[in-house]
């Protein structure tokens, strides 16, 4: 981890942060702007509705949105030159501790964040996982396979091992194009036991084995790099299952009302975190922007348009039903009864070790 004195927020904002959050109206600051980069698609959306449009409504500064596919590339490119234009960007854990590491994100104190509704301290409403010294946690969301149901009229998938079995459920996969889950779900479908996913992987043969069951649909795979293409895919029927983000294929069944089934079985469940690039010259708007996006009740807005729910313990008595569907969201959480029951908890420790070399390796078997 880095070292040294934590930043904390100017007093004055600090001070703006508390009225705005208790509902004292500020008067708009024409002219003033952030970028905020997020995952876009039906994603982006419910972050655009529950945080960027009611943040922009409340202080007057303007927020431009951009979408990534994550990665720390674009971020290290424009601070190693000097030319920060992302303000804050949404991250995944391992990508968030990684880039703290490197000085590409601002140091945030967790104890300059408002309290919760109820008057909690910040430290004690984030749950104890989300929190880290440049990344402040906002969502859990899964990672999980789901499929068309118009596919499979008899038998249906209901495990891991489904997922990479070609006998039984013939057809093409869809699979993202980067090591960290498709290892952890090779094994799981390879019998691996939950609890012992992360320290197979740690070894030469728990690689080799993860990789070896990969290789079984590696010709039936369509990779994907975005998170609208597996419902898409779906939904086209150009593949039969697909990993994909929990959220996106609940808003394609419940918006779209596409025939998707999630399978819940192995889900690899983790919790986002939004950090400020390090070295731009808005740090004051960007660190309002992050109080008031991480909020019991930005959290919520958010997890009633999609099935993610808060990192903070307020928020999540805050998320009843869909807003626009009407549909109960507690079925639909990756942390819910029933549906965590299987779920492996993504350690991203082990990919801040291990994330370079095991890109190399992944590129190199793709190649082959």
Request: proline share 5%.
């Given at each position: ?99 703290c590491d490197e000085g590409l994100l601002e140091l945030i104190d967790i104890d300059d964040l408002p309290p919760g509704p109820d008057g909690t301290p910040a430290a004690d409403d984030f749950v104890a996982e989300s929190q880290t010294e440049c990344g402040v946690g906002n969502l859990y969301w899964s990672t999980v396979y789901a499929y068309n149901s118009r596919d499979f009229p008899g038998e249906k998938p209901t ?210």
């Open positions: 981890m880095r070292a040294g004195v934590v930043r904390r927020f100017p007093a004055v904002t600090t001070m703006g942060l508390a009225a705005l959050l208790s509902g004292i109206p500020l008067l708009p600051v024409a002219g003033q702007s952030i970028t905020v980069v997020s995952w876009g698609g039906s994603y982006g959306r419910a972050v655009n509705e529950g945080a960027n449009i009611p943040f922009t409504e409340a202080t007057g500064i303007r927020i431009s949105v951009e979408d990534y596919n994550g990665g720390l590339a674009q971020i290290r490119a424009q601070v190693d030159i000097g030319n920060v234009h992302w303000d804050v960007v949404d991250l995944e854990i391992a990508d968030a501790v990684r880039g495990t891991m091992a489904d997922f990479f079995d070609l006998e039984r459920f013939p057809g093409r996969r869809g699979m993202r194009r980067v090591p960290q889950v498709n290892l952890e779900f090779a094994l799981i479908a390879d019998g691996v036991p939950l609890d012992e996913v992360y320290a197979t992987l740690g070894t030469p043969e728990g690689l080799d084995r993860a990789f070896a069951k990969l290789e079984t649909i590696k010709d039936e795979v369509v990779w994907w790099e975005a998170g609208a293409q597996p419902p898409q895919m779906l939904a086209d029927r150009e593949v039969v299952m697909s990993t994909a983000y929990n959220g996106r294929i609940f808003n394609a069944q419940v918006l779209e009302n596409q025939p998707l089934v999630i399978v819940w079985d192995g889900q690899l469940l983790d919790v986002g975190q939004v950090g400020i690039v390090a070295g731009t010259p808005r740090l004051e708007e960007a660190l309002r922007y992050v109080a008031f996006s991480t909020s019991a009740e930005s959290l919520a807005r958010i997890g009633r348009r999609i099935s993610y729910s808060p990192a903070r313990r307020s928020g999540m008595p805050l998320v009843t039903t869909h807003v626009v569907a009407g549909v109960d969201m507690a079925p639909h959480m990756p942390a819910g009864a029933g549906n965590a029951d299987r779920a492996l908890r993504y350690d991203w420790e082990f990919w801040v070790d291990y994330q370079d070399e095991l890109n190399e390796r992944f590129s190199a078997w793709l190649a082959r």
